[in-house]
């Protein structure tokens, strides 16, 4: 009965069952394949399509505690481009029972991953560099259409005279009663002009109409325009 409790404890399968594909520093590219917990020791069988699966690399026994083992396998791949993205299996192959644990994992060339990743970052940098050349660009054309606004702006603001409008000459226009009747400086030397280029004080529109010519004969309305 001893022997037979014995017997029955030391024979465990496999719990489970782990692949990966790995490169090395020389870029060979290889599958690791490991076995957990069993007793005995189990093979594995990898499967990929034809011409994938290369020489064996490596294989390791690790003993565990009452009897069982972990078991490591890897050979080596020999995959092209023309391989990338096929899938690669390990089996468990157990002569004391029946076992159904596998793993299936795809081919992924470096070269390819790493060339798609760099291509990314590249396209990823055009297009910042592009937008905050347009920001800047957009920033630059509204600080210069602001600046030519208000250049336009402080030209075209009209300027007025005060002392322009107030003193306006007389004009065709203005009779002389309208004439004698103002009390701006300018215009009350106009009348005093007339008064002092004839020798007597006008009275009347007919003499207002000549004093008006014999003041445009000393250029009086000229010199007020002058003036202005």
């Known amino acids: 009965m001893v022997f037979m409790f014995s017997v029955l404890f030391c024979l465990v399968p496999p719990t489970d069952l782990t692949l990966e594909v790995k490169v090395d520093k020389d870029s060979q590219m290889y599958a690791t ?5 069993s007793n005995p020791v189990c093979n594995v069988q990898f499967k990929a399509p034809r011409g994938i699966i290369g020489s064996e690399r490596s294989s390791e026994n690790i003993s565990l505690p009452h009897g069982a083992w972990n078991s490591v396998y890897e050979v080596n791949l020999n995959v092209s ?4 993205g096929k899938d690669v299996t390990c089996k468990v192959e157990c002569d004391e029972f029946p076992v159904d644990l596998t793993d299936t994992v795809k081919i992924l060339l470096p070269s390819t991953n790493e060339t798609g990743v760099g291509l990314g970052a590249v396209i990823g940098s055009v297009i910042a560099v592009l937008a905050v050349g347009i920001l800047i660009g957009a920033i630059c054309t509204v600080f210069i259409l602001t600046r030519k606004r208000i250049k336009t702006g402080s030209k ?13 000459p007389p004009t065709a226009l203005d009779t002389y009663e309208q004439l004698q009747n103002r009390t701006d400086t300018e215009i009350r030397r106009t009348y005093d002009s007339l008064e002092v280029s004839s020798g007597e004080q006008p009275n009347s529109e007919s003499q207002y109409e000549s004093l008006n010519q014999e003041a445009e004969k000393y250029h009086t309305y000229t010199e007020l325009k002058q003036s202005r």
């Open 33 to 37: 394949c490991t076995v957990y917990g």
């Open 81 to 84: 481009e023309e391989d990338n």
């Open 156 to 168: 075209t603001q009209p300027t007025v005279s005060h002392e322009t409008e107030l003193n306006e």
